[in-house]
């Protein structure tokens, strides 16, 4: 208040960099131990362990790196597209869990259009896919968005409510109207291959073995500057970010906090229903019941883990990806049963919490 | 309610006093914060079976006092004795030790529990017991309520009781400690009628069996209606202490508001405008305003502020100010009436552009995480000069934000710290240059100055000044009425739901005590 309040010191040019650097070995040292730890409780020698994840996720042994970083590059790729909306929706004060459904909408779209095969151009129709299953999950996202400014129904819950709708809405369109020709599996047609993705990295870099690396995961990827740039360069994203750091601050500044909400959510579900699309036409090929493996909810320790930052979720999504890559590799090679794989990624996800609540006891922020 | 007073005399008895001489005294207590004196060497004393009101405008140091009393401060200097022997009250624990007892005026229970279970947590019972029981523990609680002819349904959820039962309960809970010193805060700020009767006829009971009652208040007819001395602060200074029946509401108007403050230089600038445009650039009309719990704050009031003027409201906090300032910069709607601008659509934002500094800058005015930087922004980022297409003008922004920084005086080493990282004065500054830079024609400030050092505060009302010199409209509602009398040029109080024009010229004292006490409306019900 007085001169006499120290100020407090500036920070030297190098500071943030020394702070994220170090942050950083803080994370992968406690993500070993535990990984380490968990290897060992269950008696798998870790060293193995370790490289056959390594293996997995990027190359090395009989696996050419070629093939392991496309394999990670494909697994990023839908948790990238739904931890950035988690990004979105979560730096608005929206605490969405809704990833799954507006997915799942997105996917389910493309599917319907998809019937129309014979008679679109299947560039267009592709095209028409990516758009309408981008709409459907913005329109995903902006009910729960709706829901809480209209009726102050908390989005924690309308989202979940939103997930099963989709979940259970895909489930009766793959037993019924879209249901595969032979009318045996909970699944639709495979989709012909001029609606898929290409592939585009020639097989002859990975050893001759075709790789899954399709054009979607550009897509994907091209996504984070835009976030990056929506967020921190432009007005919209600004008054977003005042919105979910103090909205009575926002709405005394004469922003419509409402409006920012569902604007937020349907960017959100955007984000998501694009995965959905992206991830039909370059990995699953089909509409099945069992279409996502809960991309939407891994989304959020995705999201967390890069520090609600487009580009932190975009490294935290590749060390997912990775992660994935590599488990499946340890599980043939190793006969590491799944469910150790799932608990070292849940290790991964605590480690970090961990640190972070370690962070907020001895902050190095610079406090008043 | 009847039924209650009928029990009032019961046989049950209250804990007597230890002594009949015991008491309670507070000397030379001086308490800083930072560069501003709280208070300066009050004394202060209670005797065993009286109640002692405190009586003092916003900010003259009654509930700093009080809660150095109760522990919850500790003085940088002065004395407390209890029946003469010196005490440390280091915090709300000892002071409950020591038989001390405040009842807050904003409840500390919990909504969601019932009344019994609300009594049993702050109860004298070992938490680990195993055999913790609810109803045991809340027997001494509910037994002074009974003693006082309150029958507390112990079953009932706290947020279903109406705002006066739920302060029965805190009185009980002080009680339950068998506490000898009562501190009530502000205990009528939050009742209606029949309620503050019954609340004073409780705290006579109390007197009468010989505990010693604080009330603080700046209630005027509450003071003579219910004290047996009276003790006025003004500005952390002790004015003085006196038996009720050597003072009347008019004496004790002049010693809380003091004489008539100098006349200020800053007048001159009043002059020159004068007499007013005919066109008022802001008007309301009937204007009738609800709180957020729909009660009534603003009740058919009508006023306009005329261009190149400074319209001044007074009077003390909890009247209607935020309602007010909320409703006139467009963020509240107001139940009925109508709001003008130049007899045209009032759209705040765009049709006035629009200054707002708001009266609790944490919670209204910041996001506390972000950027010095980009809390200045919040305003400019609207206007189309620094903005191409959807995206922000950054080397604009930045520089912009660096004048401000400058020119406000703004102490930070750098823009991108986060605004947590500044003293409270220099948080207020980022408000303040955001609301003023953009040439807004419509300012509203809500104590622009509060926690601000003189020199900061001299550059805010020179600030204000200037905007009223190139024509804005400002209405500028503070506490403080020197602060109205060196800037405004019209000055309102607002009590009792409703404004009243006073002349802080020529100044007084005695009809603006008055006021601020509520004592004019006092027939009203």
């Known amino acids: 208040m007085s001169l006499a309040k120290r100020l407090p010191a500036k920070p030297t040019p190098l500071y943030p960099l020394m702070r994220f650097l170090g942050i950083a070995f803080l994370y992968i040292i406690g993500f070993l131990i535990l990984l380490v730890a968990t290897f060992a409780v269950f008696g798998v020698a870790p060293n193995k362990a370790l490289f056959a994840l390594q293996q997995g996720a990027l190359g090395g042994g009989p696996i050419s790196p070629a093939y392991a970083i496309s394999e990670t590059l494909v697994r990023a790729t839908p948790l990238l597209l739904t931890g950035l909306s988690i990004v979105v929706a979560w730096q608005t004060g929206m605490f969405s869990i809704g990833g799954d459904g507006q997915l799942l909408m997105g996917a389910l779209t493309a599917t319907v259009l998809a019937q129309l095969q014979h008679v679109v151009n299947p560039n267009l129709l592709i095209f028409l896919m990516l758009v309408c299953g981008t709409l459907v999950g913005a329109l995903w996202g902006a009910i729960a968005g709706w829901l809480r400014v209209k009726r102050n129904v908390q989005e924690v819950i309308s989202t979940i409510m939103l997930n099963y709708i989709a979940l259970y809405l895909v489930g009766a369109a793959v037993v019924g109207p879209l249901q595969e020709s032979s009318h045996s599996n909970p699944e639709s047609n495979l989709l012909p291959d001029k609606l898929l993705f290409a592939h585009i990295l020639p097989p002859s870099w990975s050893g001759g073995i075709t790789t899954r690396l399709h054009s979607g995961v550009l897509l994907a990827f091209l996504a984070v500057p835009i976030v990056w740039l929506y967020l921190y360069r432009t007005l919209q994203g600004f008054q977003l970010r005042i919105v979910g750091q103090n909205p009575e601050a926002a709405r005394a500044a004469g922003i419509s906090v409402n409006q920012t909400r569902v604007r937020a959510m349907a960017i959100s579900g955007a984000l998501c229903g694009l995965a959905g699309v992206i991830q039909l036409l370059g990995t699953s090929e089909r509409l099945s019941a069992n279409f996502s493996p809960g991309w939407g909810y891994t989304a959020i320790p995705v999201a967390l883990v890069g520090g609600l930052h487009p580009i932190g979720t975009l490294l935290s999504a590749l060390f997912f990806g990775a992660l994935e890559a590599g488990s499946v590799n340890a599980e043939q090679t190793l006969q590491v049963p799944a469910s150790l794989i799932a608990i070292v990624q849940a290790a991964a996800v605590l480690a970090i919490i961990g640190v972070n609540a370690w962070r907020q006891r001895y902050p190095t922020e610079l406090k008043d | ?525």
């Open chain 2, 1 to 525: 309610m009847n039924s209650a007073r009928d029990t009032a005399g019961s046989t049950t008895p209250l804990a007597a006093p230890s002594s009949t001489t015991s008491s309670v005294q507070m000397q030379q207590i001086v308490k800083r914060y930072g560069a501003t004196i709280a208070l300066n060497g009050v004394d202060f004393d209670l005797q065993a079976g009286e109640i002692h009101a405190l009586l003092g405008e916003n900010g003259a140091g009654k509930s700093t006092l009080m809660h150095i009393l109760s522990g919850m401060t500790q003085p940088d200097s002065g004395t407390i004795r209890i029946n003469n022997a010196t005490v440390n009250i280091a915090s709300p624990r000892e002071a409950r030790r020591l038989g001390i007892a405040m009842v807050h005026q904003h409840f500390t229970l919990v909504p969601a529990f019932t009344v019994q279970e609300n009594l049993a947590l702050d109860a004298d019972v070992p938490l680990h017991a195993l055999r913790y029981r609810t109803t045991e523990a809340a027997k001494p609680a509910l037994d002074q309520a009974a003693a006082l002819g309150w029958q507390l349904d112990p079953y009932a959820r706290v947020e279903d009781l109406p705002v006066g039962i739920q302060q029965r309960i805190e009185i009980a809970k002080a009680l339950a400690t068998n506490a000898q010193w009562l501190i009530f805060d502000e205990p009528t700020a939050v009742l209606i009628g029949e309620e503050i009767e019954e609340l004073f006829r409780v705290l006579r009971t109390l007197r009468d069996s010989g505990k010693g009652v604080v009330f603080i208040t700046h209630k005027l007819p509450e003071v003579m209606a219910l004290a047996d001395r009276v003790t006025v602060l003004r500005r952390g200074q002790k004015i003085a202490t006196a038996p009720i029946h050597e003072v009347n509401p008019t004496l004790l108007a002049q010693w809380m508001v003091g004489e008539a403050p100098k006349t200020q230089p800053l007048s001159e600038s009043r002059q020159v405008l004068r007499p007013l445009p005919t066109t008022p650039a802001f008007r309301a009309e009937n204007l009738t305003v609800l709180g957020d719990k729909g009660e009534s704050i603003l009740q058919n009031i009508s006023f306009e502020v005329y261009p190149g003027e400074i319209f001044g409201i007074g009077g003390v906090d909890g009247n209607g100010q935020t309602e007010l300032a909320e409703t006139i910069v467009g963020l509240r709607t107001p139940k009925s009436g109508r709001l003008l601008w130049y007899e045209g659509e009032f759209r705040p934002g765009q049709h006035p552009r629009i200054g707002y500094i708001p009266q609790d800058r944490r919670r209204h005015g910041l996001a506390l995480t972000m950027t010095v930087e980009e809390n200045l922004l919040f305003e400019a980022v609207k206007e189309a000069k620094y903005r191409f297409g959807p995206f922000l003008r950054r080397a604009a922004l930045h520089e912009l934000a660096e004048t401000l920084i400058r020119e406000f005086d703004i102490r930070t080493p750098s823009a991108k710290l986060p605004a947590s990282a500044l003293s409270g004065g220099n948080q207020q500054k980022i408000v303040v240059a955001r609301a003023l830079h953009h040439r807004a024609e419509w300012i509203v400030a809500v104590n622009p100055v509060r926690g601000l050092d003189i020199n900061a505060t001299q550059f805010v009302h020179t600030q204000l000044l200037n905007a009223k010199q190139r024509g804005a409209s400002i209405v500028l509602i503070s506490t403080d009425l020197d602060e109205l009398a060196a800037l405004a040029d019209r000055t309102v109080i607002l009590s009792n739901h409703q404004m009243h024009p006073i002349d802080l010229i020529q100044r007084d004292a005695t009809q603006i005590g008055l006021l601020l006490g509520g004592a004019s409306t006092k027939e009203t019900p």
